[in-house]
């Protein structure tokens, strides 16, 4: 099988928006060749605590939960789950100022956009 290429964005925790540091805790990828839209998330809480020692860690998780909830597509995902991957991927990419904020949108090639979210996980945010 050749590469096809493929979309993905850091998912990053900014707890304080004046501050305007962030880090990464999950990435979110898209590959529409594979119809595959998925995410994976290692939330470190110390290294989060020493950004922000009040931050609702809790409230990170539970923001998480939503965008892998969106990535499967389940009925839990709300009205967006309807959609195909696609506008879900743009959708979870869309720039916001919230504490889980999408990092820019790069692209690549993969034969295996699972293997590939690992790799990226292992890469952009352990």
Aim: proline share 7%; hydrophobic share 45%.
């Amino acid at each position: 099988m050749s590469p096809t290429v493929f979309e993905y964005a850091a998912l990053r925790v900014v707890p304080c928006q004046e501050r305007g540091e962030a880090m990464n805790v999950g990435v979110v990828l898209y590959c529409r060749a594979h119809d595959y839209l998925g995410c994976r998330a290692d939330v470190a809480d110390a290294r989060l605590r020493a950004l922000d020692p009040a931050l609702d860690l809790a409230g990170v998780r539970t923001a998480l939960a939503a965008v892998a909830a969106l990535c499967a597509g389940g009925a839990d995902a709300g009205q967006a789950a309807g959609e195909p991957p696609g506008a879900r991927f743009r959708w979870l990419t869309a720039p916001r100022s919230t504490v889980l904020q999408p990092g820019p949108v790069h692209a690549g090639l993969t034969e295996d956009p699972a293997a590939e979210l690992d790799r990226l996980l292992d890469l952009l945010v352990r």
